[in-house]
């Protein structure tokens, strides 16, 4: 038996983060078994569905590097892949479940369901349909779908007894019958739910191993059944944690940016972003020699050595940005300067020269947590004048004067050294600290500001090199002038 593992994200909005988290595991469990791994469109929400959101999930999946064998762009031999383009195979499923008595024609109005949720609500009772329709002859639900009258297709759930899976994460979870709502399979539009639809697809598709979000457990008794009705196997299940904001709710974007597109627009490296949703709830065995220890940095390829449903941790874990940074941040920094370039290109604006980027990367490539924080770090090269409050150029315990009398001291050294390189710029600004009775780091916060208009950049005396005497000398005298302001 092949192993065979999907996605099947929904195309109505961007590529969201937690698509890119089931995907992670869904291939690395496939590419550990040399099973396959499929990206199916679940695209049956007529009003929410967009070829762009489509093409945004390609895209993102792609950046990533998770990259599917059969799919609606690269086809496949039990497509189509697109759920849109699979209707008549639901409509013959659904026809089979009516025929067995499985499922059942609903002909309640939208009214009529709605008040009747609200009195169960009153009496706090759990929401879920009243069975009204479950006992209509099916004679006389055909005749009036015949006349016209609209329905939908519910399944018909066993009104006692239990409905248990074994989750390979979190073992038999059993479901009283009872709780289990009678789901709509069939709309009146005549497009089926998610319900139908991804058991008919996964059955017919081969898929061998179900991994998707905990959020499903409770629908996944409703699956079983379904399976059951058709005298289907069921796949195995593997129901993974949530991602969760801070605060432990469920991640969403009005709390933390959710959108792939998103990370990928900050510069964050692809590779640093699939290791920190690898973290999420999963702890990565040590490779051989690693002291018995799992390092919290680690590529792919490990992941899909290690990867061991048993080993997933059932707390939601918390998508926490900061780390993300630094984890994206060490990626950065493992870069070779010409690598970082060629990634950094697409942040850079257009005509920059490429002798002063190159000059720059090495400056800025500790400094970077994002690629897209070149332009912040680096737009002090570029400007022609700089603009900035000369309150900065007196340091703290310093006066006016004095620092102006320290500033205009250094730009005399810097005029006299025959070759402003990084250690004779450092040699000189410390002597001159010396003589003056300053803390080296006054001076220099002083010549930082005057020379890049800012408090925090890469480190000063390199800066001055990369800049350049012809540019470095009027941005000492310019703030020399300033200093009338004060």
Same mark, same amino acid.
Not at 125 to 145: F, H, N, P, W
Not at 237 to 250: E, G, V, W, Y
Not at 327 to 343: D, G, T, V
């Given at each position: 038996?092949?192993?065979? &593992?999907?996605?099947?994200?929904?195309?109505?909005?961007?590529?969201?983060?937690?698509?890119?988290?089931?995907?992670?595991?869904?291939?690395?469990?496939?590419?550990?078994?040399?099973?396959?791994?499929?990206?199916?469109?679940?695209?049956?929400?007529?009003?929410?569905?967009?070829?762009?959101?489509?093409?945004?999930?390609?895209?993102?999946?792609?950046?990533?590097?998770?990259?599917?064998?059969?799919?609606?762009?690269?086809?496949?031999?039990?497509?189509?892949?697109?759920?849109?383009?699979?209707?008549?195979?639901?409509?013959?499923? +659904?026809? !089979?479940?009516?025929?067995? @008595?499985?499922?059942?024609?609903?002909?309640?109005?939208?009214?009529?369901?709605?008040?009747?949720?609200?009195?169960? !609500?009153?009496?706090?009772?759990?929401?879920?349909?009243?069975?009204?329709?479950?006992?209509?002859?099916?004679?006389?639900?055909?005749?009036?779908?015949?006349?016209?009258?609209?329905?939908?297709?519910?399944?018909?759930?066993?009104?006692?007894?239990?409905?248990? #899976?074994?989750?390979?994460?979190?073992?038999?979870?059993?479901?009283?019958?009872?709780?289990?709502?009678?789901?709509?399979?069939?709309?009146?539009?005549?497009?089926?739910?998610?319900?139908?639809?991804?058991?008919?697809?996964?059955?017919?598709?081969?898929?061998?191993?179900?991994?998707?979000?905990? !959020?499903?457990?409770?629908?996944?008794?409703?699956?079983?059944?379904?399976?059951?009705?058709?005298?289907?196997?069921?796949?195995?299940?593997?129901?993974?944690?949530? &991602?969760?904001?801070?605060?432990?709710?469920?991640?969403?974007?009005?709390?933390?940016?959710?959108?792939?597109?998103?990370?990928? +627009?900050?510069?964050?490296?692809?590779?640093?972003?699939?290791?920190?949703?690898?973290?999420?709830?999963?702890?990565?065995?040590?490779?051989?020699?690693?002291?018995?220890?799992?390092?919290?940095?680690?590529?792919?390829?490990?992941?899909?050595?290690?990867?061991?449903?048993?080993?997933?941790?059932?707390?939601?874990?918390?998508?926490?940005?900061?780390? &993300?940074?630094?984890?994206?941040?060490?990626?950065?920094?493992?870069?070779?300067?010409?690598?970082?370039?060629?990634?950094?290109?697409?942040?850079?604006?257009?005509?920059?020269?490429?002798?002063?980027?190159?000059?720059?990367?090495?400056?800025?490539?500790?400094?970077?947590?994002?690629?897209?924080?070149?332009?912040?770090?680096?737009?002090?090269? #570029?400007?022609?004048?700089?603009?900035?409050?000369?309150?900065?150029?007196?340091?703290?315990?310093?006066?006016?004067?004095?620092?102006?009398?320290?500033?205009?001291?250094?730009?005399?050294?810097?005029?006299?050294?025959?070759?402003?390189?990084?250690?004779?710029?450092?040699?000189?600004?410390?002597?001159?600290?010396?003589?003056?009775?300053?803390?080296?780091?006054?001076?220099?916060?002083?010549?930082?500001?005057?020379?890049? @208009?800012?408090?925090?950049?890469?480190?000063?005396?390199?800066?001055?090199?990369?800049?350049?005497?012809?540019?470095?000398?009027?941005?000492?005298?310019?703030?020399?002038?300033?200093?009338?302001?004060?």
């Amino acid at each position: 038996m092949t192993v065979r &593992l999907r996605i099947a994200p929904s195309p109505t909005g961007d590529p969201h983060v937690g698509t890119a988290y089931i995907a992670l595991f869904n291939l690395a469990f496939a590419r550990k078994q040399g099973g396959k791994f499929i990206l199916r469109i679940e695209d049956t929400d007529r009003v929410r569905s967009s070829p762009e959101s489509e093409r945004m999930i390609f895209e993102s999946l792609r950046w990533l590097g998770l990259l599917w064998d059969e799919g609606p762009d690269v086809g496949g031999p039990l497509g189509p892949y697109r759920q849109s383009e699979r209707r008549d195979l639901y409509a013959r499923h +659904a026809a !089979e479940l009516l025929a067995s @008595g499985a499922a059942y024609r609903c002909f309640c109005s939208a009214e009529r369901l709605d008040t009747m949720r609200k009195a169960q !609500e009153a009496a706090k009772l759990q929401s879920r349909y009243d069975g009204k329709c479950r006992t209509l002859a099916r004679a006389e639900a055909e005749a009036r779908v015949a006349a016209g009258e609209p329905a939908v297709i519910r399944l018909r759930i066993p009104e006692e007894g239990v409905t248990s #899976f074994v989750d390979m994460i979190r073992g038999e979870i059993r479901i009283e019958n009872r709780t289990i709502d009678d789901q709509v399979l069939m709309k009146t539009d005549g497009f089926p739910t998610y319900h139908l639809a991804n058991v008919v697809d996964d059955h017919l598709m081969g898929i061998t191993h179900v991994v998707r979000a905990e !959020e499903w457990i409770t629908s996944t008794p409703k699956h079983v059944l379904l399976y059951a009705a058709f005298g289907w196997k069921a796949p195995e299940f593997a129901h993974m944690p949530l &991602l969760r904001n801070s605060d432990r709710t469920k991640i969403s974007k009005r709390k933390n940016p959710t959108s792939l597109k998103w990370y990928e +627009a900050q510069g964050y490296l692809p590779e640093a972003m699939l290791n920190f949703l690898a973290l999420q709830g999963f702890s990565v065995a040590p490779s051989e020699g690693a002291k018995g220890f799992a390092t919290e940095v680690f590529p792919f390829s490990r992941v899909v050595e290690t990867i061991d449903f048993a080993r997933i941790c059932t707390t939601g874990p918390v998508f926490d940005l900061i780390k &993300l940074g630094e984890l994206n941040a060490h990626y950065l920094r493992a870069l070779a300067p010409e690598e970082l370039e060629r990634r950094l290109a697409p942040f850079v604006k257009p005509g920059t020269d490429p002798a002063a980027m190159h000059a720059l990367v090495p400056l800025v490539k500790d400094r970077l947590k994002r690629l897209g924080e070149w332009e912040e770090l680096t737009d002090f090269f #570029f400007q022609e004048s700089l603009e900035y409050d000369a309150k900065l150029l007196v340091p703290k315990k310093v006066e006016p004067a004095a620092a102006r009398d320290g500033l205009g001291r250094f730009v005399a050294a810097y005029r006299a050294l025959p070759a402003p390189t990084a250690e004779a710029l450092d040699q000189a600004g410390r002597a001159l600290a010396q003589e003056l009775g300053w803390k080296v780091g006054d001076l220099f916060m002083i010549l930082r500001v005057a020379v890049t @208009g800012k408090t925090a950049t890469p480190p000063l005396c390199e800066t001055m090199v990369a800049l350049g005497r012809d540019r470095v000398l009027p941005r000492l005298e310019a703030a020399l002038a300033r200093f009338a302001t004060l």
